[in-house]
């Protein structure tokens, strides 16, 4: 449940800064550009510069020039800008799935008890318990996922938005029969499909019980990329489109190349350094408060009967 509104919040903050970003555009700075939108300052240092990129590509593949393979190739030189980092990052992530599942016997009983706790000390105490465990044996809270990545393309994607939104030659232009300007469903069903295998192929050699909690976690950034690229200008869906391509190919470059070296690296550090056990938290129940009764007198039945007798 953590992990999803984490994801859930990464997701929030992705929409919320690309809608933001794009709405500035809008501040009125008292100039029309030619395209007839009003624009501020956002624009002039991100959508401007972005524009001018597209269009120099673009005509270095002919006359007239070619804005969808400019597109293409700004995303290719992104994600190879990005490789590093997102497989550094791929590869804790794996360490950490690794190392987690080798205490996870300790982690499921502190979640027994967790469960079965009746007061907040209890559960507070519990988990305390389950991050001294994680820490102890190495093991991030946040199991190795980072949103850096997602973060540093922020401003591409408000950068592409803009160039194609308020440029006439890039919004009017189009690719394969594909107007960039324009929303286009098949663009933004082949986005969130790309992204739905990537997810697919990251599950991939993970232990079962894993593989049940990122299934819910690796379906919401497809779902989050179909609804971006499906309100946004089919330019900006073909970057989505083609940056799961390649994200594909950096997942299985992570699976095959990666995944075994990492697993036997960290089953040969755990031989040496077998996971710590943690002293359990003692919770001494509260003792039940005794409930005062009030002692009535008793009632001698056969007083009245001894009464009349006399």
């Keep these: 449940m953590k992990r999803i509104k984490r994801l859930l919040s990464y997701g929030g903050l992705f929409t919320v800064l690309t809608l933001l970003l794009s709405a500035c555009t809008n501040t009125q ?14 624009y002039h240092w991100l959508g401007l510069p972005m524009q001018h990129l597209i269009t120099w590509i673009a005509k270095l593949f002919g006359n007239p020039p070619n804005y969808g393979w ?29 190392r987690r599942e080798a205490i996870k016997p300790q982690l499921d009983d502190i979640q027994k008890r967790q469960a079965a706790a009746t007061t907040p000390e209890e559960k507070a ?24 990545p997602l973060l540093i393309q922020l401003p591409v994607f ?17 690719f394969l029969g594909i107007s960039l300007g324009h ?17 697919y192929l990251s599950l991939v050699g993970l232990p079962a019980s894993q593989k049940k909690q990122m299934q819910t976690m690796m379906m919401m950034s497809p779902v989050m990329t179909f609804f971006i690229a499906l309100v946004s200008p089919a330019g900006l869906g073909l970057y989505f489109f083609a940056g ?34 943690v002293a359990k938290t003692v919770i001494t129940p509260k003792p039940k408060p005794i409930q005062a009764t009030e002692s009535k007198p008793k009632r001698n039945r056969n007083a009245g009967k001894q009464q009349r007798k006399r």
């Design 125 to 148: 105490a519990l988990s305390q318990e389950m991050m001294t465990t994680m820490k102890e044996n190495g093991v991030s809270m946040t199991g190795g996922i980072g949103c850096l």
């Design 29 to 42: 700075t008292h100039r029309t550009p030619p395209t007839g939108f009003l624009y501020g300052p956002i």
């Design 70 to 98: 400019a597109i293409l190739l700004i995303t290719l030189i992104v994600r190879l800008v990005l490789l590093p980092l997102m497989l550094s990052q791929s590869k804790s992530t794996l360490r950490q799935q690794h």
């Design 244 to 277: 799961g391509i390649l994200a594909i190919f950096q997942t299985l470059i992570t699976n095959f190349y990666y995944m075994p070296r990492i697993k036997a690296e960290v089953a040969a550090d755990l031989k040496k350094n077998p996971p710590k056990p």
């Design 158 to 174: 408000s950068a592409l938005y803009m160039a194609i939104q308020y440029s006439p030659a890039i919004f009017k232009s189009t």
């Design 183 to 199: 929303t286009n469903l098949i663009i933004a069903i082949l986005a969130g499909l790309t992204y739905v295998l990537q997810g």
